[in-house]
């Protein structure tokens, strides 16, 4: 007799893997690095605001270098919306929770809806806080920025596609049960 997926939970493709890490990982970066653009600089120690200027040197980045009004909001969301659904959606995914499905649905949609402006921005800002920015920063920030719109929406995918609960399926009335 062949084995069944019937009962079993938690990881059960590659692509598991790869949801998993990438809620899980969000949480520090959200922590330790997002945050350092809308919470006190006095926060955070000395390393983590000299990586965050390391960064700065290395990719020149529009967004983060004199953050807009705009773009201070969706780190507020970030931290106020995303992050409890990082804890969330890491222990949904490890277990096979279906009730993920909704909460996944909400995250997508947010999520990619602040990719477009952040896209537009990465693609058509002339200049980031050292000067203008090269065709190789412009490159290295689009593929940066590329996952965090592409494994929210097979996120999204992956979660629809995890069975139904057996809670959430009418049960069969009992069999030889007589009803008055």
């Known amino acids: 007799m062949a084995p069944t997926t019937e009962g079993r939970r938690g990881i059960r493709r590659p692509l598991d893997v790869v949801l998993v890490l990438f809620l899980a990982s969000h949480i520090p970066v959200t922590l330790f690095f997002d945050a350092q653009i809308v919470l006190p600089a006095s926060w955070f120690p000395d390393t983590l605001r000299d990586f965050s200027r390391l960064y700065?040197?290395?990719?020149?980045?529009?967004?983060?270098?004199?953050?807009?009004?705009?773009?201070?909001?969706?780190?507020?969301?970030?931290?106020?919306?995303?992050?409890?659904?990082?804890?969330?959606?890491?222990?949904?995914?490890?277990?096979?929770?279906?009730?993920?499905?909704?909460?996944?649905?909400?995250?997508?949609?947010?999520?990619?809806?602040?990719?477009?402006?952040?896209?537009?921005?990465?693609?058509?800002?002339?200049?980031?806080?050292?000067?203008?920015?090269t065709a190789m920063q412009r490159l290295h920030l689009v593929l940066l920025y590329l996952p965090y719109a592409v494994l929210p929406a097979l996120l999204g995918a992956r979660a629809f596609s995890l069975p139904a609960s057996p809670s959430s399926s009418p049960s069969p009335s009992p069999k030889g049960r007589k009803h008055r």
Do not use: K
Not at 69 to 77: E, G, K, Y
Not at 81 to 88: A, C
């Open 56 to 133: 700065l040197s290395w990719f020149n980045d529009p967004l983060l270098g004199a953050p807009s009004v705009w773009f201070r909001s969706l780190v507020w969301c970030e931290l106020l919306f995303q992050l409890p659904f990082f804890f969330l959606g890491t222990y949904a995914m490890l277990q096979g929770r279906s009730w993920i499905r909704l909460p996944a649905l909400l995250y997508v949609v947010h999520v990619l809806t602040t990719m477009v402006p952040i896209g537009a921005v990465l693609c058509t800002a002339m200049d980031g806080p050292l000067g203008p920015i």
